[in-house]
């Protein structure tokens, strides 16, 4: 079965930094884009940024835009999310999430890590 | 960017029906999916393009897109369907789009 398996989060500083992995299984992990989708306590769910199956395109939500980058290593079956100068708005739990082949939605997702930011 | 909203929460009666709904502009010519995210957990996809249920997904949820709103209806509402549920669709502009979510409450 699909297992999307987050790791990295804890607590930071603001401006500190840390770099999130998914590791995927049950599935060809190179043939799936990919997104992190974040929640901050108590609120809803918010994009933040994808990757096409062969890493060749990303996108970044504005919001997040130079602060978190996205990547993956197909060969390792792994997501990345490589997050810096985090800010306390920053804190929340982050998703790994794949999208349905051919489709604009989510169909699996990870059981997500919790970054704090905090001093 | 994309805005898609829903009513913060509804209140539903054991075995009434319980609609949500979730506004953006022009929704309607857009694809619309529900998810459903139960306490700590992460959110499970219920309906997918407007209206298909993905296998597993009780009869009893239901969803349809027109104009500038889409609705995710659950009849004979149970205790099991207490949850969080967003609505979603993908702008060319904003990528993925969350709605604002609901809470069902279950009286």
């Known amino acids: 079965q699909v297992q999307l398996v987050e790791s990295g989060g804890g607590l930071v500083k603001p401006g500190g930094s840390l770099r999130l992995s998914c590791t995927a299984s049950?599935?060809?992990?190179?043939?799936?884009?990919m997104s992190w989708i974040r929640q901050a306590p108590g609120k809803g769910l918010e994009w933040v940024s994808d990757i096409t199956s062969n890493g060749f395109i990303i996108h970044v939500a504005d919001s997040v835009k130079g602060q978190l980058i996205i990547s993956r290593d197909n060969a390792r079956n792994s997501l990345y999310l490589q997050m810096k100068d985090l800010r306390v708005e920053d804190s929340a739990v982050y998703y790994c999430?794949?999208?349905?082949?051919?489709?604009?939605?989510?169909?699996?997702w990870g059981q997500g890590t919790l970054v704090t930011v905090a001093s | 960017s994309y805005v898609l909203t829903q009513p913060p929460s509804v209140s539903v009666a054991p075995g009434e029906t319980a609609r949500i709904t979730c506004g953006g502009n022009?929704?309607?010519?857009?694809?619309v999916h529900w998810y459903q995210q139960k306490p700590g957990r992460a959110p499970v996809l219920i309906i997918s393009?407007?209206?298909d249920r993905p296998s597993g997904i009780p009869e009893r949820f239901s969803g349809s897109n027109s104009g500038n709103t889409a609705t995710l209806t659950i009849n004979r509402v149970e205790g099991g369907d207490e949850a969080d549920y967003y609505c979603?669709?993908?702008?060319?502009?904003?990528?993925?789009?969350f709605g604002t979510g609901t809470k069902v409450t279950v009286l």
């Open positions: 979603q669709v993908w702008d060319s502009n904003s990528d993925y789009v």
């Open positions: 393009y407007d209206s």
């Open positions: 049950g599935f060809i992990f190179r043939d799936y884009d």
């Open positions: 022009d929704v309607g010519s857009k694809n």
């Open positions: 999430a794949r999208h349905r082949t051919y489709g604009d939605y989510i169909d699996n």
